[in-house]
Nanobody
Framework: QVQLVESGGGLVQAGESLRLSCVVS????????MAWFRRAPGKEREFVAV????????DYAASVKGRFTISRDNAKNTLTLQMNSLKLEDTAVYYC?????????????????WGQGTQVTVSS
């Protein structure tokens, strides 16, 4: 059973930074492309960033490009999202997700496993 556990969320002011982590257990981490998604209150879940199995494929949503950085450490089974210059509209629950079949998909239905989410709140 693959388990994903996010951490690092919190309350910050606009312009500040946060670093989210996702630790994966139960299977070989490097077999999965990994992504971050988020769901803001009253909105659909949306793609944030994706990274390929060996970190070779990266893609970001336009809304976070240049501010967020996704990375992974296959030796530590850990996915990271560095979020800088946070904006009010970044407020959401952030989820990490794992896909065995797809290398850089932005679509939630292509992901096999999900974490429970971590809340990020950005205040003015």
């Amino acid at each position: 059973q693959v388990q994903l556990v996010e951490s690092g969320g919190g309350l910050v002011q606009a312009g500040e930074s946060l670093r989210l982590s996702c630790v994966v257990s139960g299977h070989t981490f490097s077999r999965y492309a990994m992504a971050w998604f988020r769901r803001a209150p009253g909105k659909e879940r949306e793609f944030v960033a994706v990274i390929g199995r060996i970190g070779d494929r990266l893609d970001y949503a336009a809304s976070v490009k240049g501010r967020f950085t996704i990375s992974r450490d296959n030796a530590k089974n850990t996915l990271t999202l560095q979020m800088n210059s946070l904006k009010l509209e970044d407020t959401a629950v952030y989820y990490c997700a794992a896909s065995q079949a797809y290398s850089d998909s932005p679509y939630p239905h292509d992901y096999d496993y999900w974490g429970q989410g971590t809340q990020v709140t950005v205040s003015s």
